[in-house]
């Protein structure tokens, strides 16, 4: 794909740009779009930035393409790699003289994907600025330096930032009474240069998928939606304690209990606000989660706020309303209680294990302890070109026929003991839909009656 070719506008998300490398998005993409992130830097009074990311066969041709962007603005780069990202994002908060960041990462998609996510200094990612960057692609608006003014690239050694790192976690999370058996899932990710150095100290700690490979030959690297048959047979197979699954760039944990199952990230997000907070505390969520948290939150005795989903929309509401933990469904977790806004899912992780550790109970009793609730989540496929029109339409519909619609973050139905949500995923060609309430067979029927709305939309949307 060269610029004579039309470049998708679709790779341009809501708090990153992604595609499949080599058909959506290339080398020339990541330069032109981290040129113009370092001139936004440099607005803001800036003149040195970090670099770094995943593991992916197609990242070290991007991380090269993303710095020589950025020196031609007349930027200077340090570059770490590879790093996890709550790493990365840890060695921009702590540096100060580092005033923003680019990593390069799919996350969990598929190992044809790559991408970019800008960073503030203090780790946060950019939200309304990956709109400006998108007008300024488009308009070609770009300032490079003259050939005198050129920045310089200083490479380092990432165990320089994961030292500090390791040294920071361990001094902040709660200090076990028992040592505990883990099994962890590291899907040949980035999270595979950390966590063993973190959990191998303190707790008997089995991975798999323990290596590095950007082939991702596991599949998907999606502790979600990929496949965790394996450390559900190990965890359960060995009496493990506690399992957790990381995704591709180690933004994701997903945790497993004595028997396999699955802890719902709200459930985590409790068992957290439990052991950590204090009354009055404030909690974020985004509209993808379950009810059960804004409701076992509040009887606890703090206060919730939900918001949009994304990091970026979570960190940014963590700030306005002083939160001291937040939770994303999809199993991103903040702890701004240690005094900084970005999702960090090994830390977490850390901290669920450790407190784990000084109670009686199997991690089983994490869900039993705040209750049920029943939720049914399905992805419905939509082009990327009409996804959005879609939920417009859907928006329409839903004000038409229920009194309380909420449109923080697509399009949210609030019932009776139910809900519905139909959000655009900033990922991926998807809606998702979730459907929730004390009752299985209420929540089917709204899930099936109104996907199939959804569906009738699409059709006419085509």
Request: glycine share 8%.
């Amino acid at each position: 794909m060269g610029f004579d070719m039309e470049v998708p506008e679709y790779i341009f998300r809501a708090y990153d740009i992604r595609g499949i490398s080599g058909k959506d998005i290339n080398p020339e993409i990541i330069a032109k779009c981290s040129a113009i992130f370092a001139n936004i830097i440099s607005e803001w009074g800036g003149d040195t930035v970090s670099v770094s990311g995943d593991v992916r066969l197609s990242t070290p041709s991007f991380i090269h393409a993303a710095i020589g962007g950025i020196l031609s603005t007349g930027l200077d780069v340090i570059c770490y790699y590879p790093l996890p990202i709550p790493t990365f994002n840890f060695s921009l908060w702590m540096d100060r003289g580092i005033h923003g960041g680019a990593y390069i990462t799919a996350s969990h998609n598929p190992p044809d994907y790559n991408g970019i996510r800008f960073r503030r200094s203090d780790g946060t990612g950019f939200s309304q600025e990956n709109q400006e960057i998108k007008k300024r692609f488009f308009e070609n608006k770009i300032r490079y330096s003259s050939w005198r003014n050129f920045g310089s690239v200083s490479y380092r050694t990432n165990m320089e930032v994961i030292d500090r790192y390791v040294d920071f976690a361990l001094e902040k999370a709660p200090t076990p009474d028992r040592k505990l058996r883990i099994v962890i899932d590291g899907k040949f990710g980035a999270s595979n240069l950390v966590s063993p150095m973190l959990f191998g100290r303190i707790h008997d700690l089995i991975l798999v998928n323990g290596i590095i490979d950007g082939s991702f030959p596991g599949g998907m690297p999606d502790p979600l939606h990929g496949d965790v048959s394996h450390i559900r047979h190990v965890t359960t197979r060995i009496n493990a304690s506690l399992g957790i699954s990381f995704d591709g760039d180690g933004d994701r944990a997903a945790f497993f209990d004595e028997n396999g199952r699955i802890i719902p990230a709200e459930f985590i997000g409790l068992f957290l606000a439990e052991n950590l907070l204090k009354a009055g505390d404030t909690i974020v969520y985004n509209v993808m989660c379950s009810s059960i948290i804004k409701r076992k939150a509040e009887e606890m005795g703090f206060r919730t706020v939900e918001c949009r989903v994304g990091d970026v929309f979570v960190a940014e509401k963590a700030r306005q309303v002083n939160a001291k933990l937040c939770v994303e469904e999809s199993y991103h977790f903040f702890i701004p209680l240690l005094g900084f806004y970005y999702d960090d899912s090994i830390l977490t992780a850390l901290f669920v294990a450790n407190i784990l550790s000084n109670t009686n109970m199997n991690a089983s009793k994490i869900v039993e302890n705040y209750g049920q609730i029943y939720v049914l989540r399905e992805n419905i496929p939509v082009r990327d070109d009409i996804k959005f029109r879609v939920i417009d339409l859907f928006r329409e519909w839903a004000e038409n026929n229920y009194p309380e619609v909420s449109t923080l973050d697509g399009v949210k139905i609030y019932m009776e003991n139910m809900s519905f949500l139909a959000r655009p995923s900033n990922t991926e060609p998807l809606i998702r839909i979730v459907a929730e309430g004390d009752n299985m067979e209420k929540v089917r029927t709204l899930l099936s009656d109104l996907k199939k709305k959804l569906v009738e939309i699409i059709g006419r949307a085509q």
